[in-house]
């Protein structure tokens, strides 16, 4: 895989954190510094509800996907959910994202995951295609609601 993929760890979180920000500054997402932090940490410290790898070379990743697990009946057994992913505007168009959008399932169907799911913007066409090109398919019959507590 030539966008090679790094479990993050604590000692990225200053590196990733660089990504986060300007993924949240480009999609309009409101997150102070702490929050963020707050919330990337567990998941650099080995929590078991989810992971983030960084794309590309360690020192100076293209990108990252943070990816978090749950359990669902429908699908049999524990499913997880892309959170977010984010590649470098300079190096998109590449196919960064299908590469990773293809492998990664791959490799968590075989650590046992049944499914995994993901959100995306109802107006952005050119992420949903490369979605759709990576195997996603959008449930018809249902959409994604939040309640944030």
């Not at 650099?44 to 978090?68: E, F, K, Q, S």
């Not at 990664?104 to 107006?123: C, F, I, N, S, Y």
């Amino acid at each position: 895989m030539s966008a090679a993929l790094k479990l993050a760890r604590p000692e990225d979180l200053d590196r990733l954190m660089g990504l986060v920000t300007a993924f949240h500054a480009e999609s309009g997402i409101t997150q102070d510094a702490d929050q963020t932090r707050n919330a990337l940490a567990p998941l650099l410290d080995g929590i078991p509800h989810g992971c983030v790898y960084l794309i590309g070379p360690g020192r100076a990743p293209l990108g990252y996907i943070v990816l978090t697990f749950g359990w669902s009946v429908e699908f049999g057994g524990m499913d997880g959910f892309v959170d977010e992913i984010y590649i470098r505007p300079a190096v998109r168009g590449r196919g960064i994202a299908t590469e990773v959008l293809l492998a990664l399932p791959k490799a968590l169907a075989g650590a046992g995951l049944t499914a995994l799911h993901l959100e995306v913007d109802r107006a952005n066409e050119t992420t949903q295609n490369l979605y759709l090109r990576t195997g996603f398919k959008p449930r018809e019959r249902y959409m994604l609601m939040s309640k944030p507590l």
